[in-house]
T-cell receptor
């Protein structure tokens, strides 16, 4: 079974631009979560989607948004990029999404904002 | 505010030694505590997890110890190997409220041959 696929792997953007990241979950997984990973901060929860509905949202500004499609694929968008948005963005899928089912992470998209 | 606090930030252990990573939490509503292992260039992968109704769980060389009254849990890696060199994250979640996990800040483990 194919794992979680995130595209692109690397992205360089300029302050003020916007960016869209893509995530294809493991087949059959309906829960997709997004995390921001930065040195010293660990993984910070952005949001979670289940069957196209956002169920949970972390403490990030409204510039961060996402969506999930009917095939469970998900996209994350960041508008008006700031230098502090430079990070590794991880997508994780889960079969049940009940809070005790394992998260299966992709290898992330490394975003650099200059 | 970091809901799960993890220490140490980095750890160096000799091959064959015991690696111990500690985590503490405040929210008593948490009822699932996994540990994730991350190698450079890869996403984290689930290593082992525990529910608060047990005090210890062992899988091979990896053991989670859980102290509910102290709101602390720890990962013990017995007979540490160079292949265990990675970053380890503890996490916590609440059951049946969706799939939101709160992660610690990570521990970089280096096992010296």
């Amino acid at each position: 079974k194919a794992g979680v696929t995130q595209t692109p792997r690397y992205l360089i953007k300029t302050r003020g631009q916007q960016v869209t990241l893509s995530c294809s979950p493991i087949s059959g997984h309906r829960s997709v979560s997004w995390y921001q990973q930065t040195p010293g901060q660990g993984l910070q929860f952005l949001f979670e989607y289940f069957s196209e509905t956002q169920r949970n949202k972390g403490n990030f500004p409204g510039r961060f948004s996402g969506r999930q499609f009917s095939n469970s694929r998900s996209e994350m968008n960041v508008s008006t990029l700031e230098l502090g948005d430079s990070a590794l963005y991880l997508c994780a899928s889960s079969f049940r999404g009940t809070g005790n089912s394992p998260l299966h992470f992709g290898n992330g998209t490394r975003l650099t904002v200059t | 505010q970091q809901q799960v606090k993890q220490s140490p930030q980095s750890l160096i252990v000799q091959k064959g030694g015991i690696s111990i990573i500690n985590c503490a939490y405040e929210n008593t509503a948490f009822d699932y505590f996994p540990w994730y292992q991350q190698f450079p260039g890869k996403g984290p992968a689930l290593l082992i997890a525990i529910r608060p109704d047990v005090s210890e769980k062992k899988e091979g060389r990896f053991t989670i110890s859980f102290n509910k009254s102290a709101k602390q849990f720890s990962l013990h890696i017995m007979d540490s190997q160079p292949g265990d060199s990675a970053t380890y994250f503890c996490a916590a979640s609440k059951l049946n409220t969706g799939n939101q996990f709160y992660f610690g800040t990570g521990t970089s483990l280096t096992v010296i041959p």
